[in-house]
């Protein structure tokens, strides 16, 4: 059985300054970014593929975070399955699946790392989203293809790689079961557990 890796993807985000203007007067100040979090089906910089299967029930597991107001992300991309608080930018909102794309609404939050990225986004810059999850990987036809034990962690902030694939790691990083144990909950993994019944 192949092991389990960290596993991260990029998706650029594209940002109206009038409209966050209008929508931070409307927010109490607060500022709220919409966009692409993922794709399925889709070869990315890194080469591989999620099945839609597996994107649709991972982001039906990520209601629970959303729903309890934990689904944090980080400025930048760490090399663990852990969200350190103290690097927390951000929290997503809301996630659905229409089609093969994953979209969202992420809210930046008023912590250190989230003012680096209001800071960032209102002087310009180009700032991407990215999933950061766990799982193996198999080889398919030609493609790296994401496996079924794929596990959603969160959402991170990403500056744009320059060189197509310089920012992932195309190997991904060996992950260690206990730190999985520091994200997922008992009733988070209940709730998986659940959603696979109601799967059947």
């Known amino acids: 059985m192949s092991e389990k890796v960290l596993l991260r993807e990029w998706y650029p985000l594209q940002v109206d300054k009038s409209v966050l203007n209008e929508s931070m007067r409307q927010n109490d100040g607060k500022m709220f970014l919409k966009g692409v979090l993922q794709k399925a089906e889709t070869l990315n910089q890194n080469g591989r593929i999620y099945p839609k299967s597996i994107l649709e029930r991972e982001v039906r597991n990520y209601q629970k975070l959303i729903n309890?107001?934990?689904?944090l992300g980080e400025c930048d991309h760490p090399d663990t399955a852990v969200v350190e608080l103290k690097n927390a930018s951000h929290v997503?909102?809301?996630a659905h699946m229409q089609g093969d794309v994953v979209y969202g609404t992420i809210e930046i939050l008023n912590t250190p790392s989230g003012?680096?990225?209001q800071s960032l986004i209102k002087d310009g810059i180009t700032l991407g989203i990215s999933s950061r999850g766990v799982g193996s990987?198999?080889?398919m036809g030609g493609n790296t293809v994401v496996q079924e034990d794929f596990q959603l962690i969160c959402f991170d902030m990403v500056s744009e790689p320059s060189t197509p694939g310089a920012f992932m790691?195309?190997?991904?990083?060996?992950?260690?079961?206990?730190d999985l144990n520091k994200v997922f909950n008992s009733t988070d993994k209940i709730d998986r557990i659940f959603n696979d019944i109601l799967e059947w």
């Open 68 to 71: 309890e107001n934990r689904a």
């Open 115 to 117: 003012q680096i990225i």
């Open 92 to 94: 997503v909102r809301e």
């Open 169 to 178: 790691l195309s190997e991904g990083k060996k992950v260690n079961t206990s």
């Open 137 to 139: 990987v198999q080889s």
